[in-house]
């Protein structure tokens, strides 16, 4: 079955350290997107990418990095500059820019500081 | 700054009755409208998706449509504890970025 797939399911970051996320699709879409949600918030747009080796910061883009180096997978690297890490993270994917059909997102990585 | 703007709730209602949500958002240019049904600790799913003036009908749900008005809701009929979520409005403005900007939120409880 087609879908994305975001791993870990949870992931624990000690102070000072960087770590990766994973978002691999297979839906064969262009565009692809991370965002970030925290309790009572609504979704706020890190970073996303429209074609293989190019990407575009979103609105909180600081302390954050991604690669899109294959049309499947578009990891995120949260950094030891992003001081406040703690979140849900969702990956999505869509077929078309402009997103004219909505986003398909990933189960999420539930990111904690310990 | 483009906002799209949702009631945080709770909004509770009797099994069987009609749930009406609601969004507006300020970017007059704005082009595709989705919801969003988000359950506790799990991602968004689509439900509806609107693009012109007026109402879309997808069984128990119908999505409405203002341009003029800048205003976007979701209406569930007879609705059921399973219908228990977080409703997210994601609009897509004509600001030069193609993404989407969602709501906060509208969160729906639906007693038995």
């Known amino acids: 079955d087609g879908g994305i797939t975001q791993s870990p399911k949870y992931l624990f970051r000690k102070e000072g350290q960087n770590v990766t996320l994973s978002c691999e699709q297979n839906?064969?879409?262009?565009?692809m997107y991370w965002y970030r949600q925290d309790p009572g918030q609504g979704l706020r747009l890190i970073y996303y990418?429209?074609?293989?080796?190019?990407?575009q910061k979103g609105d909180i883009a600081e302390g954050y990095s991604v690669s899109r180096e294959k049309k499947e997978s578009f990891p995120l690297t949260v950094t030891s500059a992003q001081k406040n890490p703690t979140a849900f993270y969702l990956c999505?994917?869509?077929?078309?820019?402009?997103?004219?059909?909505?986003?398909?997102f990933g189960s999420g990585t539930r990111l904690t500081v310990v | 700054q483009k906002e799209v703007e949702q009631n945080s709730g709770p909004l509770s209602v009797p099994e069987g009755a009609i749930a009406s949500l609601n969004c507006t958002y300020s970017?007059?240019?704005?082009?595709?409208f989705f919801w969003y049904r988000q359950y506790s600790g799990k991602s968004p799913e689509l439900i509806m998706s609107?693009?012109?003036?007026g109402d879309k009908e997808d069984g128990r749900f119908t999505a409405q449509l203002n341009k003029a008005s800048q205003y976007v809701s979701l209406l569930i009929r007879d609705s059921q504890p399973s219908d228990s979520a977080t409703y997210l409005c994601?609009?897509?403005?004509?600001?030069?970025?193609?993404?989407?900007?969602f709501g906060k939120g509208t969160m729906l409880l639906v007693s038995p």
């Open positions: 970017d007059r240019g704005s082009q595709s």
């Open positions: 990418s429209q074609i293989v080796n190019d990407f």
């Open positions: 839906l064969n879409h262009d565009a």
């Open positions: 999505a994917s869509s077929t078309q820019v402009p997103v004219s059909y909505g986003y398909t």
């Open positions: 609107i693009y012109s003036n």
């Open positions: 994601a609009v897509l403005m004509n600001s030069g970025y193609s993404t989407l900007t």
